[in-house]
């Protein structure tokens, strides 16, 4: 199994661009997750998927952040127009039968620098 | 709600000795307990999991946990420490139960720093 994939691994851009983050989640996990990691704040849950369909976006900082799951192996984290603040790492994770004793399955995530 | 606590933002041991990272929870019920591991520029990595009866828990890489249900505990440990080791732990707890609400919560994370 190839574990979860992420990509881009790094990104740079400037203030007020539009910044995408994609992720593959493992096949046959039904649940999917989006988090973003900081010095200051830790590791944050953005929002989570089961089946494609977001269940709680309540972590999802502003309405310049977006997510949408269009299919079972893939889903996207939009940041639209992207702030300094928004640098951190994001961690997408994926799991099986969440409520169980499953873990969760991290991928490498996405060091992501706005100037 | 739920919550984790560690208290150690960081913890130093030399090389050889025995390790202990802590954790604490305050959550409803039985949860499921884990711990993850994180090396530099990588993801979380599930390293051991208590999910009933023996309270002394194996996992990978020589790591264990004790859970204390009177303590509400979950101490990560390891006998001998290697500088390999060293990396940022981290503990969550999961409420029991089916369904898309039993998402985990996580602690800060300690950092773990193996001196050789």
């Known amino acids: 199994d190839a574990g979860v994939i992420q990509s881009p691994r790094h990104e740079v851009t400037e203030m007020g661009q539009e910044v995408t983050l994609r992720c593959k989640p493992i096949s046959g996990h039904d649940y999917l997750f989006w988090y973003r990691q900081t010095m200051m704040r830790g590791l944050e849950l953005l929002i989570y998927?089961?089946?494609?369909?977001?269940?709680?976006d309540s972590g999802m900082p502003e309405d310049r952040f977006s997510a949408k799951m269009p299919n079972a192996s893939f889903s996207t984290l939009k940041i639209q127009p992207s702030e300094p603040r928004d640098s951190a790492v994001y961690f997408c994770?994926?799991?099986?039968?969440?409520?169980?004793?499953?873990?969760?399955?991290f991928g490498d995530g996405t060091r992501l620098s706005i100037l | 709600a739920q919550s984790v606590a560690q208290p150690e933002d960081q913890v130093n041991v030399a090389e050889g000795n025995p390790l202990t990272v802590k954790c604490t929870y305050s959550v409803s019920g039985n949860p499921y307990l884990f711990w993850y591991v994180q090396y530099p520029n990588r993801g979380l990595q599930f390293l051991l999991k208590?999910?009933?009866?023996?309270?002394l828990v194996k996992g990978s890489y020589g790591f264990e946990a004790e859970f204390n249900k009177s303590q509400t505990s979950f101490h990560l440990k390891k006998p001998s420490a290697l500088v390999s080791d060293s990396a940022l732990y981290f503990c969550?707890?999961?409420?029991?139960?089916?369904?898309?609400?039993?998402?985990?919560?996580f602690g800060r994370g300690t950092s773990l720093i193996v001196h050789p």
């Open positions: 998927f089961n089946n494609n369909v977001p269940i709680d």
């Open positions: 208590y999910i009933t009866g023996d309270n």
């Open positions: 969550a707890v999961t409420p029991r139960g089916r369904g898309g609400s039993y998402i985990p919560t």
């Open positions: 994770a994926s799991s099986h039968r969440q409520g169980s004793n499953q873990p969760q399955h």
